[in-house]
């Protein structure tokens, strides 16, 4: 009886062991540091949709010009298959280990049985052993994999949805007269008006010593335009409390697998550095986050993270968190005419929203909000945004093409900017469904027992320096040389009405 004690013990010591080695290979590949476990429990894949509807994520992966990739769906599905195959097996090893020990108590040859089970032990440790090799390979392909798109998302265009604040269609309705200004209704034709030579002459925007200090790409704002970023983000934040949202300051700085989880990967699509990573000489945060840390590309990452390993009720969805931070993007200044000015630059002051809905399951509450139904919702908070602004712009639902790997559907809000003779991007707003929510671990909990993973959703509140961009270029009145602020701002400028050369 005591060497059998000891089998077992060594057998769930084995065990233990394995599952932690398991537990290390599987966390995500992307970091590198020695001996770390990530802050994130393996992610939770949906095999079974996939092995179930190969055609619908081939079909995504073609459609995001993703084909080696898309090669990869069946090759997910075979070794899935195997693994199944091999559990089988395992189940009857396990099984006919258990019927040797139950006869080991009354056997008389107790070494035969015991070579037997050494045996049967070695053959479950080998079918263990390549069973963990293809979990690995599947995790590795489902790493790469995005989300699916729905049947009508565009395919190569985007898609107009709707137009902002059109201008109107009488010129005679135009007026520039006191604190009244209209944008011109030819867009087309209105003369360049550069957000960087109006920002200059007023003396609120200083590029050239923000280079000369930081490098490329970065900005100093000053004055009235300080006031003016300040005035955005508190006009948003007024917005979305309006609607329910909670306001949150998260933090700026999170650990790779993080930012890994959302989406966001090191390089995009074109090889481009996308984000900032942080080296940690000797690990002074201590934890061992040497290595591991980074800054968010926006409020996203940190506000998807906060509820990695949290249960909502259902009966609390949607929930809905607004926040505040300064974004960093690595790959700004390297798009042609979008490195001029603060159009595309490094650093940023960025108000995001966010969204956590249950995803579909039986039990669910009739009329409780669906991830379709809350995508609409922070589009409408963008459109009533901008539109309080005055600022003419469209709506697109976006192409496959330009969906990152999280998004099922993605809506962007262009504005016209008469200094790039174009529209340019102030806010996008994406229905991630469970993409995200099955890499955190982020769960809704139906009639008090039911788990579903939750559909994450998020959208910008107000890119700062966007927004100035857009503001400065269609309300600047060349004859006062001063830019028109909206009226919902002005509260913020002591109820001035323009912004003058200081």
Request: charged content about 25%; aromatic content about 8%.
């Amino acid at each position: 009886m005591q060497a059998l004690r000891r089998r077992r013990a060594q057998w769930t010591q084995q065990l233990r062991s394995r599952f932690r080695d398991f537990a290390l290979s599987a966390r995500p590949r992307h970091i590198s540091s020695k001996q770390q476990l990530s802050a994130i429990a393996v992610p939770q894949y949906n095999i079974k949709h996939l092995v179930a509807n190969q055609d619908l994520y081939i079909r995504s992966c073609n459609i995001r010009r993703l084909p080696n990739v898309a090669d990869t769906v069946p090759v997910i599905a075979q070794l899935y298959g195997k693994a199944n195959t091999l559990r089988k097996g395992r189940t009857t090893v396990y099984t006919q280990r258990k019927a040797l020990q139950n006869q080991l108590h009354i056997a008389k040859d107790k070494t035969r049985i015991l070579e037997q089970l050494g045996n049967l032990k070695d053959a479950g440790n080998a079918v263990d052993t390549e069973i963990e090799e293809l979990e690995r390979q599947i995790r590795d392909y489902m790493d790469r994999m995005p989300n699916l798109i729905p049947e009508d998302c565009p395919l190569d265009e985007e898609r107009v949805v709707k137009y902002i604040c059109p201008p109107p269609s009488d010129p005679a309705e135009l007026k520039r007269n006191g604190d009244e200004f209209i944008q011109p209704t030819d867009f087309e034709d209105k003369a360049l008006v550069d957000h960087v030579d109006i920002g200059v002459q007023l003396g609120i925007i200083d590029l050239m010593t923000a280079s000369k200090v930081s490098g490329h790409a970065f900005y100093y704002l000053i004055g009235d335009g300080a006031v003016l970023e300040q005035a955005l983000v508190q006009y948003a934040l007024d917005k979305a409390r309006r609607r329910g949202f909670k306001m949150m300051i998260p933090p700026s700085v999170v650990r790779r697998e993080f930012a890994h989880a959302c989406g966001f990967r090191p390089r995009d699509t074109n090889g481009e550095q996308q984000i900032y990573n942080i080296t940690i000489a000797g690990g002074e945060l201590g934890s061992g986050d040497e290595g591991r840390l980074c800054l968010a590309g926006t409020a996203e990452i940190p506000l998807a993270a906060w509820a990695s390993d949290k249960s909502f009720d259902v009966k609390e969805c949607p929930v809905k968190m607004v926040g505040v931070s300064r974004s960093y993007r690595a790959e700004a200044g390297s798009r042609g005419r979008d490195t001029r000015g603060i159009y595309r630059v490094h650093e940023f002051t960025k108000v995001e929203l966010f969204s956590w809905v249950p995803g579909p399951t039986e039990g669910t509450p009739e009329g409780a909000p669906t991830s379709a139904d809350m995508l609409e919702e922070l589009r409408e908070l963008q459109e009533d945004i901008i539109s309080g602004l005055g600022l003419h712009a469209r709506v697109l639902d976006m192409p496959g093409p330009d969906l990152g790997a999280s998004a099922y559907r993605k809506y962007d809000i262009e504005a016209w900017m008469p200094g790039r003779q174009n529209w340019g991007e102030i806010t996008s707003a994406s229905n991630c469904t469970d993409y995200q929510s099955r890499r955190l671990h982020t769960r809704v909990k139906v009639d008090g027992k039911t788990l579903t993973f939750a559909h994450t959703l998020n959208g910008t509140a107000m890119a700062v320096p966007r927004a100035i961009v857009a503001i400065l270029e269609n309300y600047y009145d060349p004859e006062r040389k001063a830019v028109w602020i909206p009226e919902p701002l002005r509260k913020y400028f002591d109820n001035r009405a323009w912004i003058e050369q200081q």
